[in-house]
């Protein structure tokens, strides 16, 4: 509540949706790439429409693994630009993409915190992933799980995008480097840190997210017949 009131008094209402274009944008593509990769990944995994709770969560893994590909550029974008606090020298997201790319290329510019991204993906969406049926209710579950199961990933993947340079190592060292300096300097609970709002924004996104997904696919099965 502090950082809300010290955003709004020091900026503008406005700036709360700051870093939104990025995820705006690249919505569509991750979305529908999670949820068909959720469900090849159930077709891979048993050819039976029933799965087990161990395979729903495989299933989950493996669609969070994929997901990662444009989830991890959307939140590098996205983690820029809030990361900047009104200053006159702020960039648009378009120069903070052109700046990314022009200083450390595709792989540490563009996909910085990638691995980091995968492997919180993969633990998110083996919790999240649940069956969808219950709509509202199973959407705000997920989304609460999501973030229980990732978010001292989700902590380390941030600090990694705001860097001012790439870390070095394989990704393995550089994500056990990051959690180490995590708790040097907070403790175990600095792993933890901003984990309130996320599972506010969770209830809401996952919720809408998993309704609109459902919604969508019974208007789509009535309408083709597939």
Request: one cysteine or more; charged letters at 15%; a positive charge.
């Amino acid at each position: 509540m502090d950082i809300l009131k010290q955003t709004v008094r020091n900026e503008e209402f406005f700036t709360l949706y700051k870093g939104m274009a990025s995820p705006l944008l690249g919505i569509a593509g991750t979305n529908s790439l999670l949820f068909a990769s959720y469900g090849i990944s159930k077709r891979i995994i048993s050819p039976f429409p029933q799965l087990s709770l161990k395979e729903i969560v495989l299933a989950g893994s493996m669609a969070g693994a994929a997901n990662a590909i444009l989830a991890s550029p959307v939140e590098m974008f996205k983690v820029r630009m809030q990361g900047q606090y009104g200053a006159a020298t702020d960039k648009r997201l378009s120069a903070v993409v052109s700046e990314m790319w022009r200083d450390w290329g595709f792989r540490k510019g563009i996909m910085r915190g990638y691995w980091v991204t995968v492997a919180r993906e993969i633990l998110a969406y083996a919790g999240a992933i649940v069956r969808v049926w219950a709509l509202l209710a199973s959407g705000s579950t997920g989304g609460i799980a999501y973030w229980l199961a990732c978010h001292p990933l989700d902590v380390v993947k941030s600090r990694i995008q705001l860097c001012a340079t790439p870390p070095s190592g394989t990704p393995v060292q550089h994500i056990a480097h990051e959690i180490e300096t995590i708790i040097q300097e907070s403790g175990v609970t600095g792993l933890f840190r901003g984990l309130s709002p996320s599972l506010l924004r969770s209830i809401a996104a996952a919720a809408s997210t998993f309704a609109a997904f459902e919604l969508t696919r019974e208007y789509l099965e009535k309408a083709t017949g597939v």
